[in-house]
């Protein structure tokens, strides 16, 4: 009686674990009875199965602001990228540092990845400029005509105000000017960033202050009062999408120190979704050959193994959702490899029981002599796989990293389920009835 | 059949020395393209001819190959960002319909790196397995010799990894199939679990001589009826893996096939080497080493 009671808590919580894998199943049920729905919560799946990029991005640590430490550059690299990457509105973009001078950006269904780098890695830089003194200009003009200093700017020379304190930027309109409203892009600056304005604008009254993006001129207007609060507007020849591209740029900010793209992987929707199929198909014809394989084989006890398989499929992919698992195509292939890795234990359990019933034991016996001897060479078996599963891990490259997750979560769970699961199930068989008709254990 | 096994170990060790693997882009460097041309695919050459007639990319090392009924490999040194959207560009002028399917470029330190870190893995994993199965095999040093035990394992399992190693060699060079990062990871799966078989036989073999059902005197008949009692669960194990790996090798599609041959190669061999490499070597080794 007590084997009853055990398997039925293993059949109700692997059915409890089931509806959590399959929702649906239940939802069908509840909706019928009126009680609530079953939590929903969706596999995740990598960017080879949905499609999407990887990139990979070596950041340039040489030339360090004084005071910043490599941590700093990378948090702040990592932060903004991140603003940047929010621009697109990709569910659950993900953007880390990897080492000490990487950065990883993955992006899931991105139509236009090409689009995506380009706003990822360009670099806004906003400086604000005043007229070079009359004598100055002139003498550099000259020293150019003779081939000379052609570095320097002769028009214009950098003030102190630039992007770093700004606090917004946005489209406005301006419709001051007669007939169309020109887009515009109006500055806020901090209160440090207004102060230095406020006495930019003193010193310049009636002089034109340039604005720079990226080194180059977009906006020259004259002073023609002073402004105290930190508000400037750039007005250049915008149409309205440039106009809100500027102003995102702005707001994503600059980057504390250059990176560089040097390594992408994208795949397309389509043959991610195609993957996917394939896998699952895979996975199916797995389960498939292995359960028949087992019953043909094993009879009885090979229909106990299918349970128990069954049990452990359930398992294996409700802990995919729970913690969650990023399933990629290694990893599937992990999980179907598995499949045929979980029953493994039971072939040795029964091997040995085969034996000890021909050894002339009773049933009883023979299941419990089966496990106790087949232990340690389940053991052993789990372990080695586990410690491939780990070196595999810390590998660290992705694509590896999921085979060798799943892998590991199935040589887990597969050890629970080959002693305990197959175990009960086995002995809730093993009485008077079945002791009678011994060939059913082969 | 143990003669069998060293004139395969030799082959492969010869193809690997002659041909190398025939690494892909992760371990060497440079860009792969694949696009579907939905409207009638254009032919190896005139592709070629687009690229040569762009300023930008003309001089490139481009490799093209057809692949399904649609689809076409670019294979190339490594692009920038700027160079794969001119590429993109050209193709797409010339022929309108065109999907991009995937593109992968990897930098060279970063192909360097994975290399390295590949040998690092598989050197941790034996080395790994060498320990467990030094404690493993320590209770049984009282009835066999632990440096033969040892010994014989680690043969048996560079025979299990060379061999397939050896035959990546041959398709690389003739299939031109190549390696990705996904086939350490094979690698290191076959060491993991072809070792458990091993270890199961030489645990029958001390177990039998304990049980009195034979001495080390004549160990070759102890390590014989060992065997044959193993041999229908090794061969169980085995075939179920085999069987859920061939579900990967026939479904899974284009990117894991190559990884799933290696599976299926490694771990029959692991089974085939349990029972023909360790088990011969260990009677002939604990031979030598005991006087």
Redesign the interface.
């Known amino acids: 009686m007590h084997y009853w009671k055990r398997a039925l808590i293993i059949f109700l919580a692997a059915l409890v674990l089931a509806f959590f894998v399959y929702p649906p199943a239940w939802n069908k049920l509840a909706d019928k009875a009126s009680v609530p729905h079953f939590p929903s919560v969706p596999f995740r799946l990598g960017l080879?199965l949905l499609g999407g990029t990887h990139l990979?991005y070596?950041a340039d640590l040489r030339n360090l602001a004084a005071g910043q430490t490599p941590e700093d550059a990378m948090n702040g690299v990592r932060d903004v990228i991140e603003r940047r990457v929010n621009v697109f509105g990709v569910a659950e973009p993900l953007v880390q540092v990897e080492g000490s001078d990487r950065l990883v950006v993955e992006l899931a269904g991105v139509n236009d990845?090409?689009q995506a780098?380009?706003m990822i890695?360009e670099t806004p830089l906003l400086q604000f400029k005043t007229e070079r003194p009359v004598a100055e200009r002139e003498a550099i003009l000259a020293a150019q005509k003779e081939g000379q200093r052609l570095e320097e700017d002769p028009y214009y020379i950098d003030s102190r105000l630039t992007g770093k304190y700004l606090t917004r930027a946005q489209v406005a309109f301006d419709n001051s000017g007669v007939g169309l409203n020109t887009p515009q892009v109006s500055l806020e600056f901090n209160s440090e960033g207004a102060e230095i304005f406020k006495e930019l604008t003193q010193q310049n009254l009636g002089k034109t202050i340039a604005i720079y993006l990226d080194g180059a001129p977009i906006s020259v207007p004259t002073v023609q009062v002073v402004i105290p609060d930190g508000k400037a507007v750039i007005s250049g020849n915008f149409t309205t999408n440039e106009a809100k591209a500027l102003a995102t740029r702005l707001n994503a900010g600059a980057l504390p120190v250059p990176i560089s793209?040097?390594?992408?992987?994208?795949?397309?929707a389509?043959?991610g979704a195609?993957?996917l199929t394939?896998?699952l198909?895979?996975?199916l014809?797995?389960l498939l050959?292995?359960a028949a394989?087992?019953i043909l084989?094993y009879r009885l006890p090979g229909i106990v193994s299918v349970l128990a398989l069954l049990v452990y499929v359930v398992i294996v992919l409700a802990v995919y959702k729970a913690i969650p698992v990023t399933l990629t195509?290694?990893g599937?292939?992990g999980f179907?490899?598995?499949?045929?890795?979980a029953?493994?234990a039971n072939?040795?359990i029964f091997?040995r029981m085969r034996?000890e019933l021909k050894a002339g034991k009773s049933l009883a016996g023979a299941v419990n002599e089966g496990f106790s001897r087949a232990w340690?060479?389940i053991r052993?078996?789990h372990?080695?796989?586990?410690?491939?599963?780990l070196?595999?891990y810390?590998?660290?490259?992705s694509?590896?990293k999921g085979?060798?997750l799943t892998?590991g979560i199935g040589a887990i769970i597969s050890l629970f389920t080959a002693t305990v699961v197959t175990r009960t199930l086995l002995l809730l068989m093993v009485g008077p009835r079945t002791e009678l008709r011994r060939w059913l254990f082969g | 059949m143990f003669f069998f096994s060293l004139a395969l170990f030799v082959a492969a060790v010869v193809a690997f020395a002659s041909f190398g693997l025939n690494v892909g882009v992760?371990f060497k460097g440079g860009s792969v393209l694949?696009l579907?041309f939905s409207g009638g695919r254009p032919t190896v050459d005139e592709i070629t001819n687009v690229l040569r007639s762009d300023p930008t990319l003309k001089d490139r090392e481009v490799n093209i190959n057809p692949a399904g009924e649609r689809n076409m490999i670019v294979r190339t040194v490594e692009l920038?960002?700027a160079e794969?959207?001119i590429l993109?560009a050209d193709l797409k002028q010339s022929y309108g319909a065109m999907?991009?399917?995937?593109?992968?470029?990897?930098?060279p330190?970063?192909g360097k790196e994975?290399q390295r870190?590949?040998i690092v893995?598989i050197v941790?994993?034996l080395v790994?397995?060498l320990l467990?199965i030094l404690i493993?095999f320590r209770k049984l040093s009282r009835t066999l010799s632990l440096w033969a035990m040892n010994a014989a394992t680690i043969v048996a399992l560079l025979h299990d990894i060379i061999i397939p190693i050896g035959i990546f060699a041959l398709l690389g060079h003739y299939a031109n199939v190549q390696i990705?990062?996904?086939f350490?990871?094979a690698i290191?799966?076959i060491?993991?679990?072809t070792?458990?078989d091993k270890?199961?036989i030489f645990?029958r073999v001390r177990e039998n001589i304990l049980r009195g059902k034979g001495s080390t005197a004549n160990l070759g008949a102890v390590v014989h009826a060992s065997v044959m009692?193993?041999l229908?669960?090794s061969i169980?194990?085995t075939?179920?893996?085999?069987?859920?790996?061939?579900?990967?090798f026939?479904?899974?599609?284009e990117?894991?096939r190559y990884?799933?041959l290696a599976?299926i190669l490694g771990i029959a061999l692991g089974a085939y080497s349990s029972i023909f490499v360790a088990s011969p070597l260990l009677v002939w080794w604990n031979k030598k080493s005991k006087p």
């Open positions: 080879d990979l070596q990845v090409g780098i380009r890695g793209l040097i390594s992408q992987q994208t795949i397309g389509s043959l195609d993957s394939k896998s198909q895979a996975g014809f797995g050959l292995v394989f087992m084989y195509l290694a599937i292939a179907i490899l598995s499949l045929g890795m029953v493994d072939v040795l091997a034996e340690l060479s052993d078996s372990v080695t796989t586990l410690l491939s599963a070196v595999l810390l590998f660290t490259t694509i590896v085979f060798a892998l | 992760d694949e579907e920038t960002e794969h959207q993109l999907e991009e399917v995937r593109f992968n470029s990897v930098g330190a970063v994975l870190k590949s893995a941790i994993v790994a397995i467990y493993v990705s990062a996904i350490v990871a290191l799966t060491l993991g679990y070792v458990s270890v199961v645990d009692q193993t229908v669960r169980n194990n075939l179920t893996v085999l069987l859920s790996s061939l579900a990967i026939l479904f899974g599609g990117s894991i990884f799933a599976l």
